[in-house]
Every structure is written in C-alpha cells, then in structure tokens.
C-alpha cells in the first residue's frame, strides 16, 4: 500500500539513488529466497531424524522391563546414538550453505548507501 506513494516520493528526492537500489533488489529478492528453501530443507531433515531418534527412546522407556531383561541396554544407547549421528551430519553443511545467501543479503543491506553513492 505504501510502496507506490514511497517510490513516488524516492523517485522525485534522488532518482539516481533510487535507480541504484532497484537495481539491487533482485539480488536481495533472491538471497531472502534462498535462506528460505535452504533453511525449510534443514528443518524438515532434522525434524525427520530427530523423530526417528525419539522413537527409538520412547520404546526403550515404554518396554524398559523388557531391555532390562534382555541385558539389551548397550544397544538401545548404540542404536539411539547412531540415530542422533545422522542430524549432526546434516546440519554442519546445511548450515554453511546458508551462510552465502546470509552474507549476501547483509552485505548489500548494510553496504547499500555506499554502492550507491559511489555509483553516482
């Protein structure tokens, strides 16, 4: 609602600074997406593995007579740590592949007047 009247008003004050932000919007436009799907995919990862992991917990406690019996107490702990292995695994990476889009959106976030200004 406000972006017509601000554009307006941005266009009529400095045009040449205006020119220079549109300009960069698509970069910001594509970095925020990024962060978006990259973030989304880790999460629904970690949601997936540490459900697999509660599982495993869960049983053991619920049938905790029956590991004890059994002497199977090692392997449930092998069994649930081998599941939380998996989440470690996935999330150092993820995480460093949202850096780029991250450092992206704040360097012409936080570098924007300068771009501009050295553009005129």
Same mark, same amino acid.
């Given at each position: 609602?406000?972006? @017509? =009247?601000?554009? #307006?008003?941005?266009?009529?004050? /400095? ?6 932000? @549109? #300009?960069?919007? =698509? ?12 973030? /989304?995919?880790?999460?629904? %990862? ?7 992991? *509660? +599982? @495993? +917990? ?6 905790? %007579?029956?590991?004890?019996?059994? *002497?199977? &107490?090692? &392997? ?19 995480? +460093? ?13 936080? *570098?924007?007047? %300068? ?6």
């Amino acid at each position: 609602m406000h972006g @017509i =009247p601000n554009a #307006s008003t941005a266009f009529t004050q /400095g045009w040449q600074l205006t020119l220079v932000i @549109i #300009s960069l919007m =698509p970069v910001l436009a594509i970095a925020g997406v990024l962060i978006t799907f990259i973030t /989304g995919k880790l999460q629904a %990862r970690m949601t997936s593995a540490y459900g697999d992991a *509660n +599982s @495993i +917990s869960t049983q053991a406690l619920a049938n905790v %007579r029956t590991v004890y019996a059994f *002497n199977a &107490e090692q &392997e449930v702990l092998d069994s649930y740590g081998s599941k939380l292995d998996y989440p470690v695994k996935v999330s150092v990476p993820s995480h +460093s592949c949202t850096y780029a889009p991250k450092f992206t959106h704040f360097l012409f976030t936080t *570098n924007l007047h %300068r771009l501009a200004c050295c553009s005129l």
